[in-house]
């Protein structure tokens, strides 16, 4: 995670971030109500702090590769769909930020880094991830 502080309770998180870009930019997201993204509870401008419902699931980053190679075309799919659908891309896209919901569904999470212009360099592990889900080649 990057530049904030969270508390993770039974049934939401609070998350609460010491950059204004990074909380304006996560509300932005949340406010847009995806069906893909935890449902935006509440927030506070003053203190940074955006309350998200808490995901029942797990990151597809713990889940052993044989069964998550199972959701890659899931996960590409999904990752075109956010930005069809926000004008945003994901910058930080990879398996620790995607999370598999009691339903089998892919479920979003962590939007400090998104942008409108194709990132054409990404870190390592990211690259790695984006190219095993056939983003980028």
């Not at 930019?25 to 955006?50: A, F, H, V």
């Not at 945003?88 to 620790?96: E, M």
Request: zero cysteines.
């Amino acid at each position: 995670m990057g530049n904030q502080n969270v508390i993770i309770l039974n049934e939401k998180v609070i998350k609460t971030f010491k950059s204004k870009t990074t909380y304006e930019r996560e509300l932005m997201i949340y406010k847009n109500n995806l069906s893909y993204t935890p449902k935006l509870i509440g927030y506070d401008n003053l203190l940074k702090q955006i309350i998200i419902e808490r995901i029942n699931g797990i990151p597809l980053v713990k889940i052993p590769i044989k069964i998550r190679e199972k959701y890659y075309i899931k996960a590409k799919e999904l990752y075109y769909k956010f930005y069809e659908d926000t004008s945003y891309y994901l910058y930080d896209y990879h398996a620790g930020n995607i999370m598999l919901n009691e339903l089998n569904q892919l479920i979003l999470i962590d939007f400090e880094f998104i942008g409108q212009e194709k990132k054409i360099k990404h870190r390592k592990g990211i690259e790695s991830f984006l190219n095993k889900i056939n983003v980028i080649n």
